[in-house]
Nanobody
Framework: QVQVVESGGGLVQPGSSLRLSCVVS????????MGWFRQAPGKEREFVAA????????QYRDSVKGRFTISRDNNKNTVYLQMNNLKAEDTAVYFC???????????????????WGQGTQVTVSS
């Protein structure tokens, strides 16, 4: 019932930047934490970043700290992942995930998220 539209992936060279966007058709978006996860070929899905309902608090996996920034615009029902200084090891399918209504705090556990996007491919290669 919740529609999730992801965009922004692509093929870029190392050191480049991308901004992923995730538009969520939920009237309770502003009460829900949002997260980004990624999955590389042959690997398990892993946590990337998440923020709480109003964007005031965020968490990142160590390997992306200082390079990635998660943000959100509750007026647009959109969460973003700004990815700078991309590296080859960032290559993966990136998934946007949302928690349900009133689940305001971010979580590193994919099981705590209630709806997911289809994923957008990010490929970082020379």
């Amino acid at each position: 019932q919740v529609q999730v539209v992801e965009s922004g992936g692509g093929l870029v060279q190392p050191g480049s930047s991308l901004r992923l966007s995730c538009v969520v058709s939920s009237r309770t978006f502003s009460t829900s934490a949002m997260g980004w996860f990624r999955q590389a070929p042959g690997k398990e899905r892993e946590f990337v970043a998440a923020n709480n309902f109003n964007g005031a608090s965020a968490q990142y996996r160590d390997s992306v700290k200082g390079r990635f920034t998660i943000s959100r615009d509750n007026n647009k029902n959109t969460v973003y992942l700004q990815m700078n200084n991309l590296k080859a090891e960032d290559t993966a399918v990136y998934f946007c995930a949302g928690r349900g209504p009133l689940k305001m705090n971010w979580s590193l556990d994919s099981g705590d998220y209630d709806y997911w996007g289809q994923g957008t491919q990010v490929t970082v290669s020379s």
